[in-house]
């Protein structure tokens, strides 16, 4: 099988499995989709949704978390890890967002890089999903995947990203990132298969 054959079986397999892609993280709109994105490095979107209820009571919009001190919105994100800087990141990226960009969430990848805290990945995420830009955010799950499926030779994330978007028609990107990640939470787990027991696996070496 060709590397572009075996992404087109992956492709269309993914899709009959997972025809709906929710966003795994709880969110209203693309600011607490980028606060929840942020918040879920290091840590699962299981625990971040646990937490950020409890945040959206101190502030559900930039200009109202701007005004909440750093100690306050890091005691509540405790549980994500990583505290201090995420709260730092979080009040910071939401002064910015006030003063630079009116309150609104900024829509390019340029200005959601330069906030605090945002890096490609989480630009990506928000890009795709709270704007509807697509992009294809590659996290653990998808690196390890895309390895274990010979879509890549990729060594870091930058490399995978740029690989799986040859492959796959763009118009797919946005779903498939995460068809790609709940098959890997739910099949294809990093101990759960070992690149020949899962049903993907399986037909691709088979």
């Not at 009959?16 to 979107?45: F, G, I, K, M, N």
């Not at 200009?63 to 001190?69: C, H, L, S």
């Amino acid at each position: 099988m060709t590397t572009q054959a075996r992404a087109d079986y992956i492709d269309r397999r993914l899709a009959e499995l997972y025809p709906e892609t929710p966003v795994p993280l709880d969110h209203r709109d693309a600011y607490t989709l980028l606060v929840a994105v942020l918040l879920s490095a290091q840590c699962t979107d299981k625990r971040v949704n646990t937490v950020t209820p409890q945040l959206w009571a101190l502030a559900d919009n930039p200009a109202d978390m701007a005004r909440v001190p750093v100690e306050k919105i890091q005691a509540v994100i405790r549980p994500c890890g990583l505290s201090p800087q995420k709260a730092r990141a979080i009040s910071g990226l939401s002064q910015i967002i006030t003063e630079k960009h009116g309150g609104e969430v900024p829509r390019s990848f340029e200005e959601l890089e330069a906030l605090p805290g945002v890096g490609h990945k989480t630009a990506s995420v928000v890009m795709a999903q709270a704007f509807g830009v697509p992009a294809f955010p590659v996290d653990t799950h998808i690196h390890r995947l895309a390895q274990r499926w010979r879509l890549t030779s990729g060594r870091n994330v930058v490399q995978t990203e740029r690989d799986l978007k040859k492959l796959f028609p763009r118009e797919h990107w946005n779903a498939l990132h995460l068809r790609i990640i709940f098959y890997g939470r739910e099949h294809c787990t990093a101990r759960g298969c070992d690149g020949h027991r899962c049903e993907i696996c399986t037909t691709l070496n088979g």
